[in-house]
T-cell receptor, first 117, second 110 residues
Framework: DSGVTQTPKHLITATGQRVTLRCSPRSGDLSVYWYQQSLDQGLQFLIQYYNGEERAKGNILERFSAQQFPDLHSELNLSSLELGDSALYFC????????????????FGPGTRLTVL | QQPVQSPQAVILREGEDAVINCSSSKALYSVHWYRQKHGEAPVFLMILLKGGEQMRHEKISASFNEKKQQSSLYLTASQLSYSGTYFCGIPYQAGTALIFGKGTTLSVSS
């Protein structure tokens, strides 16, 4: 158990709908990262927040957005869902902004499996 | 730029050894290794730093070759529990997220 929690575990919805995925980081961690994992694309970095502020953006679609709240939990909002959005969405957290070598150890949550029908 | 992992897949019998490589076209300062079991979260194994020592996690070790801009993961005397997909990740930008390779699937049988 990494200490990172994600809800819900599974989500089934229809095309065109909007969903919200939730993540609580490990106690004391200020950075939250969102990753998307699909069969053909592997683990893709979406976005990172540090202490409430957006820190870096990866391959995040305009239909997707995220935020980090004062209590440090984060939500990933996915809208106008398409079949291709079906994937495992992972949240990870780390304690520092930058450890040695430019990145800190990230601990992954169990993921939310999104199925778009 | 996404790091390149090789091989894509490895099949071993218990007790055999394997090497997984992770290469980057840009200068590397750190390489992070994770293992993921099917349907589970990636689990951190170790970080290799430029100029740093070879690292070890149980019987798994890794090294960093600055000249080749490559890290290698060495799985010695493999166990059934080693089965899974191994990912290497490199910092996306200094101090931020990781860009992962496509993974190497390791299958260990008895």
């Amino acid at each position: 158990d990494s200490g990172v929690t994600q809800t819900p575990k599974h989500l089934i919805t229809a095309t065109g709908q909007r969903v919200t995925l939730r993540c609580s980081p490990r106690s004391g961690d200020l950075s939250v990262y969102w990753y998307q994992q699909s069969l053909d694309q592997g683990l893709q970095f979406l976005i990172q927040y540090y202490n409430g502020e957006e820190r870096a953006k990866g391959n995040i679609l305009e239909r997707f957005s995220a935020q980090q709240f004062p209590d440090l939990h984060s939500e990933l909002n996915l809208s106008s869902l398409e079949l291709g959005d079906s994937a495992l969405y992972f949240c990870a957290s780390s304690s520092e902004l930058a450890g040695p070598g430019g990145a800190d150890t990230q601990y992954f949550g169990p993921g939310t499996r999104l199925t778009v029908l | 730029q996404q790091p390149v992992q090789s091989p894509q897949a490895v099949i071993l019998r218990e007790g055999e050894d394997a090497v997984i490589n992770c290469s980057s076209s840009k200068a590397l300062y750190s390489v992070h290794w994770y293992r993921q079991k099917h349907g589970e979260a990636p689990v951190f194994l170790m970080i290799l730093l430029k100029g740093g020592e070879q690292m070890r996690h149980e019987k798994i070790s890794a090294s960093f070759n600055e000249k080749k801009q490559q890290s290698s993961l060495y799985l010695t005397a493999s166990q059934l529990s080693y089965s899974g997909t191994y990912f290497c990740g490199i910092p996306y930008q200094a101090g931020t997220a990781l860009i992962f390779g496509k993974g190497t699937t390791l299958s260990v049988s008895s």
